[in-house]
């Protein structure tokens, strides 16, 4: 368990309406990600936070804004959805330890964009 | 071309079996290799972490690099039902910031 919670867990929404979804950790830890996953394209990293509001884009951060206020939240924002990002989406933390250094992911919101 | 190649598989194998399963990538800078297991509809989990080549071993579960043919592989012993899960590899290059994940294998092991 990465200590990582995401909610909501399950979100139906219509084209064109705004979603954010949240990721929380109890870690502490300074870098947090955000993936989509779809069939046949496997994990894509969508942005990504170094610390309290300093971001980077992913590879498929069209469509998508984040915003991480306080180390412990990191939200991702839909601006206005659209049926292709019907997805499954994860948090991810980097913890950093003695014999590893890689990411762990927390359990995932399902999105169905209507 | 993909950067990370994975055989979505399914691959189906009885209980008691040796699997292997495999990824290619195309670029040299990868330096940081993992493998994930994933059940349905859950997050995935770190199984193996290598930084390099070599191999790692870990109860049942045995990954290998080999750098000079850009192939990596998980070997699963002593195959159980439980371990029923996509598996997915998972590569970054300078650090572990932006990692380039394989599609998944599949993996089935029945009774």
């Known amino acids: 368990d990465a200590g990582i919670t995401q909610s909501p867990r399950h979100k139906v929404t219509e084209t064109g309406t705004p979603v954010t979804l949240r990721c929380h950790q109890t870690e502490n830890h300074r870098y947090m990600y955000w993936y989509r996953q779809d069939p046949g394209h496997g994990l894509r990293l969508i942005h990504y936070s170094y610390g309290v509001k300093d971001t980077d884009k992913g590879e498929v951060s069209d469509g998508y804004s984040v915003s991480r206020s306080k180390t412990e939240d990191f939200l991702l924002t839909l601006e206005s959805a659209t049926s292709s990002q019907t997805s499954v989406y994860f948090c991810a933390i980097r913890r950093s330890g003695s014999t590893t250094d890689t990411q762990y992911f927390g359990p995932g919101t399902r999105l169905t964009v209507l | 071309q993909k950067e990370v190649e994975q055989d979505p598989g399914p691959l189906s194998v009885p209980e008691g079996a040796i699997v292997s399963l495999n990824c290619t990538y195309s670029?040299?800078?990868?330096?940081?290799f993992m493998w994930y297991r994933q059940y349905s509809r859950k997050g995935p989990e770190l199984l193996m972490y290598t930084y390099s080549s070599g191999n790692k071993e870990d109860g049942r579960f045995t990954a290998q690099v080999d750098k000079s043919s850009k192939y990596i592989s998980l070997f699963i012993r002593d195959s159980q039902p439980s371990d029923s899960a996509t598996y997915l590899c998972a590569m970054g290059k300078g650090n572990t910031d932006k990692l380039i994940f394989g599609t998944g294998t599949r993996l089935q092991v029945f009774p």
């Open positions: 670029n040299s800078a990868f330096q940081y």
